[in-house]
């Protein structure tokens, strides 16, 4: 698998756990009554908590292999493969005082 998408697919996982988010990462399995698992996560009752809510679902393989386009920055002109420039968003969180 290629790394670059993987490491995308984590990135994107971190930033909505960022956001306060709700995260579930693990094999998708079915149990032996049909529930629905993602890891330790029943996906039945995740829904339900959530049930008559406008949701979105992203699902992201880590065994996808597909390669990771090449993006060019609008502020800096680099390039790069994450959600964001990872330079920009340096430069951001280093203005801000962030970590």
Known sequence: ???A???AILNMATSAY????E????IISLDANGRWLIGEHDLALWLKDHLGEEMVIILGSLEDDRPVATRSCKTCGRDFTDLECPHCRASRLRLR???
Request: no cysteine.
């Open 1 to 3: 698998m290629g790394t």
């Open 5 to 7: 998408r993987r490491a």
């Open 18 to 21: 960022e956001m306060d988010l």
């Open 23 to 26: 995260v579930a990462n693990g």
């Open 97 to 99: 005082g962030e970590p």
